[in-house]
């Protein structure tokens, strides 16, 4: 069982910068693939990146060169860090964790309870 609680997110301007955390209980987590999904309003969740338990990371191509996943296994805890923001990132984003490193939502057994972010104009 796997426990995730996303952090760090909050109301910026087109350009800044939000780093999100998460971060998950249990003594496994160097094991699991995570993941950061985001939803914005009136549409469907959306993969954003993901770090393999490897440490191999995969992006959507709309936050390629501005967002970075990273993890830090003696704190349990996955980042995203999110650079040159814009009005259209603004989505409540979700940590995810799971036994393979996929862009498919339904292939991650553990969610946080989200975080949003706002990205004004």
């Known amino acids: 069982q796997v426990q995730l609680v996303e952090s760090g997110g909050g109301l910026v301007q087109a350009g800044g910068s939000l780093r999100l955390s998460c971060a998950a209980s249990?003594?496994?987590?160097?094991?699991?693939?995570m993941a950061w999904f985001r939803q914005a309003p009136g549409k469907e969740r959306e993969f954003v990146a993901a770090?393999?338990?490897?440490?191999?990371?995969y992006y959507v191509d709309s936050v390629k060169g501005r967002f970075t996943i990273s993890r830090d296994n003696a704190k349990n805890t996955v980042y995203l860090q999110m650079n040159s923001l814009a009005p259209e990132d603004t989505a409540v984003y979700f940590c995810?964790?799971?036994?393979?490193?996929?862009?498919?939502?339904?292939?991650?057994?553990?969610w946080g309870q989200g975080t949003q972010v706002t990205v004004s104009s």
């Open positions: 995810a964790a799971g036994r393979g490193t996929t862009v498919v939502a339904p292939n991650y057994g553990y």
């Open positions: 770090i393999s338990s490897g440490g191999s990371t």
């Open positions: 249990g003594r496994a987590f160097s094991t699991y693939a």
